[in-house]
C-alpha cells in the first residue's frame, strides 16, 4: 500500500510526545511490511522541509499555529503527483478536516479528545476554538471508519454521534526492550513516588504535588520525583515552594529513556491525576518497570490501570483519596508485591508487533478496493 499519515509533529520534534511514538511504531510496522508511507507534520525550529529516517518519508509544512491550514493542501498537492492508498489521520489536537480535502479514503485515529478539559489547559477563547473544531468531527468525518486507543475514546466518539460500528479500539504497544525489569537494580530507602510526561495545566501534576504533601505527613522520608518540562513547569515548582516541598520533590526536567527506566525501577509508585487519557501508556510503562499505580478514575486511565489489580483508580482530583491509596500501597510489603507483579503481567500483554497487526489489517480494509462480486 501507500499511505499517507498526518499529525501535528513527527518523532523529531522535540516536543514530540506519546501520540506520535504511537504513530510512529505503527508506521514503523507498515515499512517493515513493505508498505509505503510518508509523514506530513509541521515545522519546528531548525527543521527542514523534507526529512528521511527508519524508511518514512517526512514532509514539514506550516508551523504549530497553522498547520490544521497548511497542511490539508499541501496533501492535497502530494496526492496529485503520488495517489495514496489511505490517508491516517491522527486527530489528538485540532483536527485537519481531511475528508473535505482528498478522493482516497481516509482513516482517523484517535487517542483522545480534549472536550471541555481543554479549558484547564488554555484561555477559554481558544479552548472554545479547540471545541468548535471538535464539534464538527461527526459530519466530516461521517464516512470514515476511526481507530481509537481504548474502550473510553470509542465511548466518547459514540457519544459525540459517530456510529459505534465505525469505530474499532486497537491498543497501544510498549517497547519491552526499553521499559523493562533492570537486573541488579533495587529500590530506593525512601518511599518513592515517580510522575513523567509532559508539564501541562490539563495534566493535574498539582493534584500529585498536593496528594504527596499529605503523604508526608505521614512519612516523613517521601520523595517525588517528576520528570519531563513544559509550560506548566514554572507553576508547579511554585507549589512546591509555598507547600515547603522543595527538598522532598525533584524536578528533574527533560530525561533520556534509559535514564527515566532505571529511575522507575528504583521507585516504588507511579501516580497520574490527570482528568483524561488516550490510554494511559506511561502507566503501563511504569507497570513494565514493575511499579504498582495510583491514578484517576477517568477515562484513558480507567482502561490502562487494572483496579485492585496493578493499582488503584480513584476519584478525579480527590487528593485524599490519592493520598490514602498510595499510603496503603507503600506501607502494605505483601500488597505491593502483588501489584508489582500484576502490573508486569499487564504490560507483558501489550506489544507493537500486535498493534501494528491489527492496524494493517484495518488498512487493508479499508484503504484498498474491495473485489467486486
Not at 161 to 183: A, F, P, S, T
Not at 221 to 245: F, M, R, W, Y
Request: with cysteine; aromatic share 10%.
Amino acid at each position: 500500500m501507500n499511505l499517507v499519515a498526518v499529525n501535528w509533529r513527527d518523532m523529531r520534534d522535540p516536543n514530540a510526545g506519546g501520540a506520535e511514538v504511537h504513530l510512529y511504531k505503527i508506521l514503523r510496522h507498515m515499512v517493515e511490511r513493505g508498505h509505503r508511507v510518508t509523514w506530513f507534520s509541521s515545522k519546528f525550529p531548525g527543521a527542514s522541509d523534507f526529512d528521511s529516517y527508519d524508511g518514512i518519508d517526512v514532509v514539514r509544512r506550516g508551523n504549530w499555529y497553522n498547520a490544521n491550514y497548511v497542511i490539508p493542501r499541501a496533501v492535497k498537492t502530494f496526492l496529485k503527483k503520488e495517489p495514496a492508498d489511505l490517508v491516517i489521520e491522527d486527530i489528538n489536537k485540532i483536527p485537519f478536516y481531511l475528508p473535505l480535502h482528498v478522493d482516497v479514503p481516509v482513516m482517523p485515529v484517535i487517542p483522545h479528545l480534549f472536550g471541555t478539559t481543554v479549558f484547564r489547559e488554555t484561555n477559554p477563547l481558544f479552548a472554545l476554538y479547540v471545541l468548535a473544531w471538535e464539534f464538527m468531527i461527526p459530519r466530516v468525518y461521517r464516512n470514515c471508519k476511526f481507530v481509537a486507543i481504548s474502550p473510553s475514546t470509542k465511548v466518547d466518539l459514540v457519544r459525540r454521534g459517530i456510529q459505534e460500528k465505525n469505530v474499532d479500539v486497537v491498543y497501544c504497544g510498549l517497547d519491552h526492550d526499553r521499559y523493562r525489569i533492570i537486573d541488579g537494580l533495587t529500590r530506593y530507602d525512601a518511599p518513592t513516588i515517580v510522575h513523567f510526561g509532559r508539564m501541562r495545566k490539563y495534566k493535574a501534576i498539582d493534584v500529585v504535588i498536593k496528594a504527596f504533601a499529605r503523604i508526608r505527613e505521614k512519612l516523613p522520608n517521601a520523595k517525588l520525583v517528576i520528570i519531563g518540562d513544559g509550560p506548566a513547569l514554572t507553576n508547579l515548582q511554585s507549589l512546591s515552594a509555598h507547600l515547603e516541598l522543595d527538598e522532598a520533590i525533584e524536578f528533574t526536567g527533560r530525561m533520556e529513556t534509559d535514564k527515566m527506566v532505571e529511575t522507575l525501577n528504583r521507585s516504588h509508585l507511579f501516580m497520574n491525576a490527570s482528568p483524561k487519557e488516550g490510554w494511559g501508556l506511561t502507566v503501563v510503562e511504569a507497570n513494565a518497570c514493575g511499579v504498582p499505580v495510583i491514578g484517576s478514575d477517568r477515562p484513558g486511565l480507567r482502561d490502562s490501570i487494572l483496579h485492585k489489580k496493578t493499582g488503584f483508580l480513584v476519584e478525579y482530583g480527590d487528593v485524599e483519596g490519592l493520598a490514602a491509596r498510595a499510603l496503603e500501597l507503600l506501607t502494605d510489603g505483601e500488597l505491593w508485591e502483588r501489584m508489582s507483579r500484576a502490573g508486569l503481567e499487564w504490560a507483558q500483554s501489550m506489544t507493537w508487533e500486535r498493534t501494528g497487526q491489527e492496524m494493517e489489517r484495518l488498512f487493508l480494509r479499508d484503504g484498498l478496493p474491495q473485489p467486486t462480486k
